[in-house]
């Protein structure tokens, strides 16, 4: 026995009813129906609906996919590797416009916690200020000093101009933050090839606003420091135009 044809029925919702409703008015426009006086629209309506009227399709919001629990059946060791190879790039070069984190620390909050320490840890790191913006690299400061040990290596290499507005920020960071970028002291770029020059002035100027920012620390207020900062400038700009 055959089946039964279902029949069709006017749409239940009021959406519906309203795009019928759309559909048979382009109709009419577009010549394709003409209306008899005698017809009301709901019977009209009813016609078309039973002609299989469509709705046209809109834009959907995309499956969500399940998350891959793969990585998360291994043992803590064999993750730990997968990451190690992941994430250790040996040397790295750091500036004020990047390079940032590697795109697998955004993963998951599960995968940065596993996967962050060791990038940190396993990496060496070439820090390259430009005209003293230390302040710029504060961040990255903050996220290395909370996640690699004292034994981790990172280099900092200052380069190009002298700026006085830059290394207040610098030392305003070093008055304030626990986590501020400070280079060592000790280790500073030579002034000329020759040997008679072997340090730069312009960093001796840094390394002593970096004393006196670390000496003032928690103490008082940077407000008191900016003052004292801005004592040394007068007699700095007297000395060389490079800090006006």
């Known amino acids: 026995m055959a089946r039964r044809k279902t029949p069709e029925t006017r749409p239940a ?6 795009e019928a409703a759309k559909v048979v008015q382009q109709a009419v426009l577009d010549g394709q129906v003409f209306i008899d006086p005698d017809v009301s629209a709901r019977t009209l309506t009813d ?9 046209p399709k809109r834009f959907r919001r995309p499956q969500q996919r399940k998350g891959c629990r793969l990585l998360n059946k291994l043992p803590g ?9 992941a994430v250790g790039q040996g040397t790295i ?15 998951s909050k599960q ?13 060496e790191f070439l820090v390259e200020i430009i005209d003293y913006d230390g302040a710029a ?9 909370h996640n690699s040990d004292p034994k981790s290596s990172c280099k900092i290499l200052m380069l190009g101009d002298p700026s006085w507005s830059n290394l207040m920020r610098w030392c305003k960071d070093i008055s304030q933050t626990w986590c501020a970028l400070v280079p060592v002291l000790e280790q500073k770029r030579a002034r000329c090839s020759c040997g008679r020059h072997p340090d730069d002035p312009d960093d001796d100027v840094a390394e002593g606003m970096f004393r006196i920012a670390m000496e003032l620390k928690w103490k008082v ?12 400038h007068q007699a700095l700009i007297a000395r060389s135009d490079d800090w006006a």
């Open 93 to 107: 070069t750091v500036t004020s416009s990047g390079p940032g984190e590697p795109a697998l620390l955004k993963t």
């Open 137 to 145: 690299l504060t961040p990255f400061a903050r996220q290395r000093n």
């Open 77 to 85: 060791e064999i993750r730990n590797m997968i990451w190690h190879y």
């Open 47 to 55: 016609s078309v609906c039973q002609n299989r009227v469509k709705k």
């Open 13 to 18: 919702r009021r959406s519906g009813r309203i």
């Open 111 to 123: 995968i940065r916690r596993e996967t962050q320490s060791i990038y940190y840890r396993a990496n």
């Open 221 to 232: 207020g940077w407000a008191t420091v900016e003052k004292v900062l801005e004592g040394a």
